[in-house]
């Protein structure tokens, strides 16, 4: 029978300690709401002594988060301990964590106390908070450089108190995983009463070891992991949930153990805590990076098509992205380039296919990703709009701006035929132009992107502007290139209307892209 392992998250307290990070109470509670949905057993939702903010956070969470256990830090002070049960005592099921340091090289330089007196603090400490609970964790901070034979008696001692949890830290990232380990065992063997307590891990990535010493302690014995999403936290930061819990979901073979966590919240999780915490997540970040479902080598794509489990070890899909991402390069071949326009709502023909892959080989060889708004717009001058009509055309476009004018512009268009002329105000000249246009084509489409690029550097550089429209359905994108941006952008919006005008009477062809993933 495989065991469980209790998923213990820190995201709101260690994670918050993130260099950069800050989160406002609103944040947190959004964030909470996410853990709950994701299903860990444990938030630890702040330190409530720290400061009045905190308090208030880990309180307003206790107060609505239901499912996990609510769990607030505090140091081995009552009145820390006193602070940290008022702010989560209203939880389901309130925790008290409290830690002290355990090394030598703690003990001597920050504290200046012996091994003697930490012991009786820790002793005191949890026996004060166990009056208040019997969900009693407690941590000794640095444990992975302490004297273990003393981290056992305290241990002993701490369990003896209450404590229900011992939480074994690797706090500055020192640990190598079989050696980490072994010192998990040795706790098994030489704590007495520690079958009264769960051995938990706190493990720090300042080696990029942190996953792998929490695994090795898994497999000796520890029970509860302490992780953060995306792997936030102090200095190089905490343990990642999303990498322990996959680990153990897909070498199910090697680990016998499971974990409660509701794998498809993953994804989206990650991308809350990124977008709240301003902490972004690196492309190559294991599991949940832009780049973690990406195949680029033209074989391993062409695999992935046939058979996904070719080349991928875990589904997007179990950790909650809609499909895998086939960006195109310059070693993809025409199966993969065929299969991405599918996608994207372009069915072409052979010959057709053949003149878009000839041209994609070309961008690909300048771009090192062709996105798909690359081969949209490939596919539109090289197939689909290689013989539209110019049934709006610009004549004139006049402007006046600055820093003391109202930007006005004038355009004259020539409209199936006929000479028209407009002006309109804007927030800007190019609104004040797209206003005018709009108005003489009685256009109702949607700007869906607006994007400003200079082919050349320098101040005379053209400007190529890039525009995506849509309407009824159909979307289209539309340059314009011109040493004025203001009139760049007027011809980047007549090319759009043109097409969308073709694509209507053609009966449309090109549906919008399915929403891709971010
Ligand atoms: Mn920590």
Redesign the pocket.
Known sequence: MPEKIFIFDTTLR?GEQSPGASLNKDEKIQIARQLELLNVDVIEAGFPYASPGDFECVQAIAHEIRGPQIAGLARAFPKDIDAAWEAVKAAANPRLHTFISTSDIHLKYQMRKSREEVLEMAVVAVKHAARYTSNVEFSAMDASRSDIAYVAQVFTAVIDAGATTVNF?D?VGYAIPPEFGDKIRYLMENVPNIHKAVISV?C?NDLGLAVANTLAAILNGARQAEVTINGI??RAG?TSLEEVVMSLATRKDFFDYYTDIVTQYIYPTSRLVSKLSGMVVQPNKAVVGANAFAHESGIHQDGVLKEASTFEIMTPQSIGIKKSKLPLGKLSGRHALREKLKEMGYVLTEEELNQVFARFKDLADRKKTVFDEDLASLVETEVLFKSVPEYYRLLELVVLAGTSAKPTATVKMEIGGNIERYSAFGDGPIDAAYKAITHLTDSTCNLLKFAVSSITGGTDALGEITIRLEDGGLTVTAQGVDPDIVTASARAYINGLNRLRFMKERGGRGKKPEEMVE
Do not use: F, I, L
């Open positions: 260690d830290p706090t706190h720090h936290g102090e905490n």
